[in-house]
Structures are given as structure tokens and as C-alpha cells.
């Protein structure tokens, strides 16, 4: 990871409560307002959600769970993907009962709550673990770079599908983004902070 990535997740979470506290004002309204009369009913954005999808996150999570379990035998990065994920399901499960915010007003909406958008925050979360790992599994600059730009574009269009969609509101998306930026960074402090006491005690 750069350097400029952590302390990067102290701006997110800044972004994150000031979300928290203005998404009601006529301001941040008028914002998701705007950013929806841009991206509403834009077909090919709202194709990204089923990359955001529960059941698919789930798969391609469990699939990097046992491989690094059969064939890596790292049993700190699994800890990692769980911390990650399962912990991270949960703050956004919790963050959503907290502030109860209702989606927008559409026929057949979904029931659960909108603020923070799940398919933002986890969208983040799980992309971004699956670039980390890569990371740090090859050496070569270019592909590190490669996989990073597509996980951030990727999570990028997860999110704004969700307001193409009538999902949720764009401050819900800003949310879900910011504090899964912050979650996923510390869960990579605690696991660079176990690789660094798993080397010394091996050194």
C-alpha cells in the first residue's frame, strides 16, 4: 500500500460522518437531486449492481477464503478476508438501523434501509481485498496497477448503479464508499501489523 492510502481513510471518514450528519439539508437533498438527474435510468451503469450483489460478493469471497486456505495456508490473511467482510456486513447492517433513512420514493422499492448504500460499502470492501491480496502475491507493478484501477472503476459503478436505479441516494453511495474505504484500511493495518510480528518472531 502507498503511504498517502492510510491516512486517506481519515478523510473518508470525515466524508462519512459529514454525510451522516447533513443528509437531510436542503443542500445535500439538492445534491441528491442532481447527481440522480445525471445517472437515473442509465441502462449500462445499472448492469454494475450484480457485481455488488450479495450472493455474488459471498462467491467470489469463499472462493479467495479457500484458496488461500488450501494453497497459500495463510491463516492471517483469512482472518483478514473475515474481518473484512463479515465485520463489515455487519457495521453496514447496523449503520443502516442506526439512521433508518428511507429509500427513494419508487414503485416496488426495496424495504430494507438506504443509508449507507450495502452495495457501495461492500462493493469496496471486497474489491479492494481482492486487489490487496494480489498485490501481495506478485511483484510486477504494472499488473498491481492494473488490478487497482479496475477495483476502484468497478467500485465506482457498483455504486452509481444504485442511484441508476433508484436504489439509493447519492449520499447514501458517498457513504457507503467513505467508511468502506476506512473499514478496509484498518483491517489492513491489523494484518500488516500480524505479518510484521509473525517475520520478527521468525527472523
Same mark, same amino acid.
Given at each position: ?20 450528519? !447533513?443528509? $437531510?439539508?436542503?443542500? %445535500?437533498?439538492? %445534491? ?9 435510468? !442509465? ?22 477464503? %479457500? ?24 457495521? !453496514? $447492517? ?14 416496488? $422499492? ?29 511483484? !510486477?507493478?504494472? +499488473? ?10 468497478l467500485a465506482c459503478l457498483i ?20 467508511i468502506g474505504y476506512t473499514w %478496509? ?7 500488516? $501489523? ?6 520478527? +518472531?521468525?527472523?
Amino acid at each position: 500500500m502507498k503511504r498517502w492510502a492510510y491516512p486517506l481513510a481519515l478523510v473518508t471518514l470525515a466524508i462519512f460522518l459529514v454525510m451522516a450528519i !447533513n443528509f $437531510q439539508s436542503p443542500s %445535500f437533498m439538492a %445534491f441528491d437531486e442532481q447527481i440522480a438527474s445525471i445517472v437515473r435510468g !442509465n441502462e449500462f451503469i445499472g448492469l454494475f449492481h450484480y457485481l455488488g450483489e450479495t450472493v455474488f460478493v459471498v462467491i467470489v469471497t469463499l472462493l479467495v477464503f %479457500f484458496y488461500i486456505w488450501f494453497r497459500e495456508k495463510n491463516y492471517r490473511a483469512m482472518l483478514y478476508i473475515v474481518l473484512t467482510m463479515a465485520v463489515g456486513t455487519t457495521i !453496514n $447492517q447496523g449503520l443502516k438501523a442506526l439512521f433508518a433513512r428511507p429509500r427513494p420514493e419508487i414503485l416496488e $422499492q426495496l424495504t430494507s434501509y438506504s443509508f449507507p448504500s450495502g452495495h457501495s460499502q461492500m462493493g469496496v470492501l471486497y474489491l479492494f481485498m481482492l486487489a490487496y491480496l494480489f498485490s501481495k502475491i506478485t511483484t !510486477n507493478h504494472k +499488473r498491481i496497477t492494473i488490478v487497482w484501477v479496475a477495483a476502484i472503476v468497478l467500485a465506482c459503478l457498483i455504486g452509481l448503479s444504485r442511484i441508476a436505479e433508484s436504489r439509493h441516494f447519492a449520499t447514501d453511495v458517498l457513504a457507503g464508499w467513505s467508511i468502506g474505504y476506512t473499514w %478496509f484500511i484498518i483491517c489492513v493495518l491489523w494484518y500488516e $501489523q500480524r505479518e510484521r510480528k509473525f517475520k520478527k +518472531r521468525n527472523s
